[in-house]
């Protein structure tokens, strides 16, 4: 009992460390497209140099409405992976394993399913707007990794809400018998 007890709590332990190790790394590539986005303003002819070389200054000559709005949902979709991240090291470093049946941690998985939908629906936006533009004229595929898997996140989002219910029935249940005692 007391080995399966020992490989859980290494398993979370393993998943903390994983989770923040995620989070820094969706922070420095939101960080990165930040600073992208402010160079292919101010000197786009540094881009090749710069991390992820995503250079729209095409899309910025022909369209200055298309370059906003398509960086716009870039940035935002992957400041919102950073934020997802950062709540989801919050739930893994807050939650008391020992009981952890508690309004917090319902709460907080509720939290990370609204951010997972939301970059869902974002990026799902984003890649029919993409591909409306590339029938357009403009070229995009470049922009294509950033929302390739937004299917993938509205339906995580689905099963996240759906823990997340069954964790606040959970609360409750527990608060009533708390109470009933």
């Known amino acids: 009992?007391?080995?399966r007890v020992k490989a859980k709590n290494l398993i979370f332990k393993g998943l903390k460390i994983i989770s923040w190790i995620i989070f820094v790394g969706l922070s420095v590539e939101a960080?990165?497209?930040?600073?992208?986005?402010?160079?292919?303003?101010?000197r786009p002819e540094f881009i090749q140099n710069l991390y992820q070389k995503l250079?729209?200054?095409?899309?910025f000559q022909s369209s200055k409405l298309a370059f906003f709005g398509m960086y716009g949902f870039v940035l935002t979709v992957s400041i919102l992976k950073a934020v997802l991240f950062y709540q989801v090291v919050l739930l893994v470093t807050k939650i008391?394993?020992?009981?952890?049946?508690?309004?917090?941690?319902?709460?907080?998985?509720?939290?990370?399913?609204?951010?997972?939908?939301?970059?869902g629906l974002l990026s799902f936006i984003a890649r029919?707007?993409?591909?409306?533009?590339?029938?357009?004229g403009f070229t995009l595929n470049q922009l294509d990794p950033f929302w390739?898997?937004?299917q993938a996140f509205i339906l995580m989002a689905?099963?996240?809400?759906?823990?997340?219910?069954?964790?606040s029935k959970g609360v409750e249940y527990q608060e009533e018998l708390e109470e009933t005692v």
Do not use: E
């Open 1 to 3: 009992m007391k080995t």
């Open 128 to 136: 029919k707007l993409a591909m409306d533009l590339g029938h357009n």
């Open 148 to 150: 390739a898997d937004s």
């Open 158 to 167: 689905a099963v996240i809400y759906i823990i997340g219910t069954i964790f």
């Open 96 to 119: 008391d394993l020992p009981k952890p049946f508690n309004r917090w941690v319902s709460k907080q998985i509720i939290k990370i399913s609204y951010y997972t939908l939301s970059i």
């Open 31 to 42: 960080g990165g497209l930040i600073v992208n986005f402010i160079f292919s303003l101010l």
């Open 55 to 59: 250079d729209m200054s095409q899309l």
